[in-house]
């Protein structure tokens, strides 16, 4: 019969594994002195994991398990086996039938594993394999983030040992000790399990009956499964993230703000902390901001729109200004722009409310209203400090968009961003609020509209057929035989036929034509038609070119851009 070692490399070599002489010499290490080596096998990087466990099941002769789980059997398989000891060992509970447990595992070769379920668990227990990948997933999926933790922390609240606790005051503070260190552990399960997932935000909202928490993924808000008893520890778990921002734990009636730097997995991420009071208890909102690069080639701008920002850029003074709702991407363009012109010989300050990102060699001020650091003031100082360049975070009202405008017409190039559906209606907000017409149109070189839609996966996305109406909303002849795109679902997308987001871009210029009109106070409309008459391509053309590129899908496109 042939030994174990020569199985594996032989099960390595079919897999394409081309470091077999490595692998051998950490298999036999591993047996000659007892230490797991499949793990490390798999976290070097010798082998493809799936192809690889797979030909060890085949082996052994376990059964592969790698399915979905259905609603009711997350609840079914949570309650035979603990959390900790699931997470501990990493186990799975894939089944319950007949009275038998069936349970995952990625490492049949650890005695340990079988010999403490044994202990543990009243049933027989059926072994099945699968992939460490999946059974970390799957763990989320029927416990929940940080579900291990949460059980440690239940246990130190347990009636008796409460009373035990209170016979020495060591003890006691000991307790109190250890719960703080597992509300922090839960906390931190939660933040690194919003990294994984790629979340921008994370929300943690009291409610009634339990204790909510929902990332946001490629801008849609999806609820994560949480361990049942999470209620019971809500306001350590809000004091303890209120903590780590340097927040007043005591102020549990008024909204309050905050920030955090953390380092998790090698990532340094900075936190913007929220709390807002409810009925049912403080809500929290975390932003997490990561270090990122910044470069124009990261806002997928297509060739024509690019030659336009690129121009724009070049130029040596005037308002660049960007359009759109609350999360529409506006601060990252700002910071590409920034640093696409941040060179040794140009002097550039912002002024931002937060400070998103740092950026070398850029000054950076964060308006500060608890002192009186407005938009408006800090933009008077910038002025006294020799900018060449100057990005104001947000044009609210018409002192900040005066001081901008005098900035642009004494030679300073200024950046900064409007609330406005569209391109066009940032010349007519402008002059809402207040700015003369003759002002707006000599200062402002241009306005850029933008929206997020999310990415199709491009492991999963299907051909889609295109009916009738959907050449009509592209403007496509019926003739015409272009493949566009639908969202399937994948585990690397998480089902949802998605990974990730693109933005949608309309930049009107304010060419001498547009100038004359809003000299003379034109309508919005007769304004569009002059752009559109210069070759003005609209936000929601700009989508269906994506959509024709393979990128996203015509519903993501019709969800964001303004119909007219």
Same mark, same amino acid.
């Given at each position: 019969?042939?030994?174990?070692?020569?199985?594996?490399?032989?099960?390595?070599?079919?897999?394409?594994?081309?470091?077999?002489?490595?692998?051998?010499?950490?298999?036999?290490?591993?047996?000659?002195?007892?230490?797991?080596?499949?793990?490390?096998?798999?976290?070097?990087?010798?082998?493809?994991?799936?192809?690889?466990?797979?030909?060890?099941?085949?082996?052994?002769?376990?059964?592969?398990?790698?399915?979905?789980?259905?609603?009711?059997?997350?609840?079914?398989?949570?309650?035979?086996?603990?959390?900790?000891?699931?997470?501990?060992?990493?186990?799975?509970?894939?089944?319950?039938?007949?009275?038998?447990?069936?349970?995952?595992?990625?490492?049949?070769?650890?005695?340990?594993?079988?010999?403490?379920?044994?202990?543990?668990?009243?049933?027989?227990?059926?072994?099945?394999?699968?992939?460490?990948?999946?059974?970390?997933?799957?763990?989320?999926?029927?416990?929940?983030?940080?579900?291990?933790?949460?059980?440690?922390?239940?246990?130190?609240?347990?009636?008796?040992?409460?009373?035990?606790?209170?016979?020495?005051?060591?003890?006691?503070?000991?307790?109190?000790?250890?719960?703080?260190?597992?509300?922090?552990?839960?906390?931190?399960?939660?933040?690194?399990?919003?990294?994984?997932?790629?979340?921008?935000?994370?929300?943690?909202?009291?409610?009634?009956?339990?204790?909510?928490?929902?990332?946001?993924?490629?801008?849609?808000?999806?609820?994560?499964?949480?361990?049942?008893?999470?209620?019971?520890?809500?306001?350590?778990?809000?004091?303890?993230?209120?903590?780590?921002?340097?927040?007043?734990?005591?102020?549990?009636?008024?909204?309050?703000?905050?920030?955090?730097?953390?380092?998790?997995?090698?990532?340094?991420?900075?936190?913007?902390?929220?709390?807002?009071?409810?009925?049912?208890?403080?809500?929290?909102?975390?932003?997490?901001?990561?270090?990122?690069?910044?470069?124009?080639?990261?806002?997928?701008?297509?060739?024509?729109?690019?030659?336009?920002?690129?121009?724009?850029?070049?130029?040596?003074?005037?308002?660049?200004?960007?359009?759109?709702?609350?999360?529409?991407?506006?601060?990252?363009?700002?910071?590409?722009?920034?640093?696409?012109?941040?060179?040794?010989?140009?002097?550039?300050?912002?002024?931002?409310?937060?400070?998103?990102?740092?950026?070398?060699?850029?000054?950076?001020?964060?308006?500060?209203?608890?002192?009186?650091?407005?938009?408006?003031?800090?933009?008077?100082?910038?002025?006294?400090?020799?900018?060449?360049?100057?990005?104001?975070?947000?044009?609210?009202?018409?002192?900040?968009?005066?001081?901008?405008?005098?900035?642009?017409?004494?030679?300073?190039?200024?950046?900064?961003?409007?609330?406005?559906?569209?391109?066009?209606?940032? =010349?007519? /907000?402008?002059?809402?609020?207040?700015? #003369?017409?003759?002002?707006? !149109?000599?200062?402002?070189? @241009?306005? &850029? %509209? $933008?929206?997020?839609?999310?990415?199709?996966?491009?492991?999963?996305?299907?051909?889609?057929?295109?009916?009738?109406?959907?050449?009509?909303?592209?403007?496509?002849?019926?003739?015409?035989?272009?493949?566009?795109?639908?969202?399937?679902?994948?585990?690397?997308?998480?089902?949802?036929?998605?990974?990730?987001?693109?933005?949608?871009?309309? =930049?009107? /210029?304010?060419?001498?034509?547009?100038? #004359?009109?809003?000299?003379? !106070?034109?309508?919005?409309? @007769?304004? &569009? %038609? $002059?752009?559109?008459?210069?070759?003005?391509?609209?936000?929601?053309?700009?989508?269906?070119?994506?959509?024709?590129?393979?990128?996203?899908?015509?519903?993501?496109?019709?969800?964001?851009?303004?119909?007219?």
């Amino acid at each position: 019969m042939m030994e174990l070692e020569d199985q594996i490399l032989l099960i390595a070599s079919a897999g394409g594994c081309r470091q077999l002489e490595r692998l051998g010499e950490v298999v036999r290490r591993a047996r000659a002195t007892g230490e797991a080596w499949l793990k490390e096998v798999l976290e070097a990087g010798l082998v493809e994991e799936e192809p690889f466990l797979r030909g060890i099941a085949d082996a052994m002769e376990m059964p592969w398990w790698d399915e979905d789980f259905g609603p009711d059997e997350v609840e079914l398989l949570r309650k035979p086996f603990p959390a900790e000891l699931a997470s501990r060992f990493e186990l799975l509970p894939v089944g319950l039938e007949g009275g038998e447990l069936a349970l995952a595992t990625w490492d049949p070769f650890d005695v340990t594993r079988p010999s403490v379920v044994s202990r543990l668990v009243d049933r027989p227990v059926a072994w099945r394999m699968s992939t460490r990948t999946r059974i970390q997933e799957g763990l989320r999926e029927i416990y929940g983030v940080g579900a291990d933790t949460l059980d440690e922390i239940i246990r130190k609240r347990d009636p008796r040992v409460e009373e035990a606790v209170l016979i020495e005051e060591t003890t006691s503070l000991d307790k109190v000790s250890e719960e703080e260190a597992s509300v922090l552990k839960f906390v931190n399960h939660i933040l690194r399990g919003a990294l994984e997932q790629r979340a921008t935000d994370i929300h943690l909202e009291p409610m009634e009956d339990r204790f909510r928490i929902r990332f946001r993924v490629d801008g849609a808000l999806t609820e994560i499964s949480a361990p049942a008893n999470i209620k019971t520890i809500q306001a350590s778990v809000v004091s303890r993230l209120k903590i780590m921002a340097r927040l007043d734990i005591a102020e549990k009636r008024l909204p309050q703000d905050g920030r955090m730097n953390l380092r998790l997995g090698g990532k340094k991420i900075d936190v913007r902390v929220a709390t807002i009071p409810s009925v049912e208890g403080e809500t929290v909102s975390l932003r997490l901001l990561g270090q990122e690069s910044f470069s124009l080639a990261k806002l997928g701008l297509n060739s024509s729109l690019q030659r336009v920002v690129d121009d724009l850029l070049a130029m040596p003074n005037g308002i660049i200004l960007i359009t759109g709702p609350t999360g529409s991407g506006k601060s990252t363009s700002l910071y590409c722009f920034l640093s696409a012109i941040n060179t040794v010989d140009r002097r550039i300050v912002t002024i931002e409310d937060p400070v998103e990102n740092k950026l070398a060699g850029v000054v950076q001020i964060a308006v500060k209203p608890d002192i009186d650091l407005t938009f408006a003031k800090g933009l008077r100082s910038i002025l006294r400090g020799d900018p060449d360049v100057v990005m104001v975070g947000e044009m609210r009202d018409a002192e900040t968009a005066e001081i901008a405008i005098r900035a642009a017409l004494t030679g300073h190039l200024v950046f900064s961003t409007l609330h406005t559906n569209d391109a066009i209606s940032g =010349i007519t /907000r402008l002059v809402d609020m207040g700015i #003369e017409p003759f002002l707006v !149109s000599s200062a402002v070189r @241009a306005f &850029l %509209a $933008q929206r997020l839609v999310r990415r199709l996966c491009m492991e999963c996305r299907k051909p889609r057929e295109l009916d009738a109406e959907d050449r009509r909303k592209l403007g496509w002849p019926p003739e015409a035989m272009e493949v566009i795109y639908r969202a399937e679902g994948c585990p690397r997308c998480r089902q949802t036929g998605y990974h990730g987001r693109i933005a949608l871009f309309e =930049i009107v /210029r304010v060419t001498p034509a547009l100038e #004359e009109l809003i000299n003379h !106070s034109a309508h919005r409309s @007769a304004l &569009l %038609a $002059q752009a559109v008459a210069e070759g003005f391509v609209r936000m929601r053309e700009d989508g269906w070119g994506k959509v024709r590129q393979g990128l996203t899908t015509i519903e993501e496109v019709l969800s964001v851009t303004p119909a007219s």
